[in-house]
C-alpha cells in the first residue's frame, strides 16, 4: 500500500521480447509498425488495453516488435528517422 492505495509489486501482464504493457492508449498511437513507424500525431479518442511495443521497436508482419533495422528493406520504418514529434 502507498498512500492508501494498492500498488502491485510485480506487473500482472506479461508480454512478449520487447513488449510492455499499456493500459487506455489510443488504438491509433499505441505502437510503431514497420509500415507505419510514426505514431501521430492525431491520435483517435478510444482505449484499448494490451501489449505493445516498446520505444524504438516496431511491430512487423509476424507480430513481433523488431528494430527498425530488422524491418524489410522496403518498409518505411526501415529508414525512418525518429523525430520530436514522434509519441511515446
Known sequence: FAGGLYVPTRHPHRCGENEIYKSCVSSSCAEA???RPRVGPACTADCVY???????????????CVTKQECPEDSPAHTYVENDYALE
Open 33 to 35: 509498425t514497420c509500415e
Open 50 to 64: 494490451g501489449c505493445f511495443c516498446q520505444r524504438g521497436y516496431y511491430r512487423d508482419e509476424a507480430k513481433n
